[in-house]
């Protein structure tokens, strides 16, 4: 769902006070769009693997991981939120507290989660805009496919799938995590 913005230009205070009816947006090319809910499944894959990151780089102060609800300001004007994200040390250097609204540029690393609500030329474009932005790697995790595809440039670089070890790079030195993990069935 697209809210009309024609002939307004919106703040950053107007923009983050969008979010208080409990949606979910992104501004892209001037229109604000409702990115809606994605279900039980790519929630509980989303909070898992922001939890392991999280829980990896806060005692190594390597830097800043963030859920959905964060969005991050574009050269573009288009604001945009990954399902996670993860900012470096190196780009929050010389702060003593993060910033209450939008961080300039894309995340580090950018991770999205497939939901039946997602096109591909949608989800291409927003990992071109990451790219544009200094998006360093970006993951996608198809849980139909149980895969995830690596990108390090607009187009993907490696396929893992259950067998293999999810790697945090550079960004996240010595960060490896079983792709199995993320798409454990469950046997209550």
């Known amino acids: 769902m697209n809210l009309a913005t024609e002939n307004k230009i919106l703040t950053d205070q107007e923009f983050q006070a969008l979010s208080e009816d409990g949606s979910h947006y992104e501004l892209i090319n001037g229109e ?11 929630g509980n894959i989303t909070a898992y693997l922001c939890g392991v990151i999280e829980l ?3 005692p190594k102060k390597l830097g800043v991981t963030c859920d959905s609800s ?9 604001k945009r939120s990954p399902d996670i994200s993860f900012v470096s040390k190196d780009r929050l250097l010389g702060l003593k507290r993060l910033p209450k609204g939008y961080f300039q540029g894309a995340p580090d690393l950018a991770v999205e989660v497939i939901s039946p609500n997602n096109t591909f030329e949608e989800l291409h474009q927003k990992i071109v805009e990451y790219f544009e932005n200094n998006c360093r790697l ?3 995790i198809n849980p139909d496919e149980k895969s995830i595809l690596i990108y390090h ?9 259950v ?3 999810l790697d945090g790079e550079d960004i996240l030195p010595g960060f490896t995590l079983p792709v199995t ?5 469950w046997d209550f």
Do not use: C, I
């Open 32 to 42: 604000v769009v409702d990115m809606g809910n994605s279900g039980m499944e790519h």
């Open 56 to 58: 990896y780089a806060r």
């Open 70 to 78: 964060t969005a991050f300001t574009f050269k573009s004007g288009n």
């Open 138 to 140: 970006v993951w996608v």
């Open 153 to 161: 440039k607009p187009q993907p670089d490696k396929l893992l799938q």
């Open 163 to 165: 067998a293999d070890n």
């Open 181 to 185: 993990d993320l798409f454990m069935e």
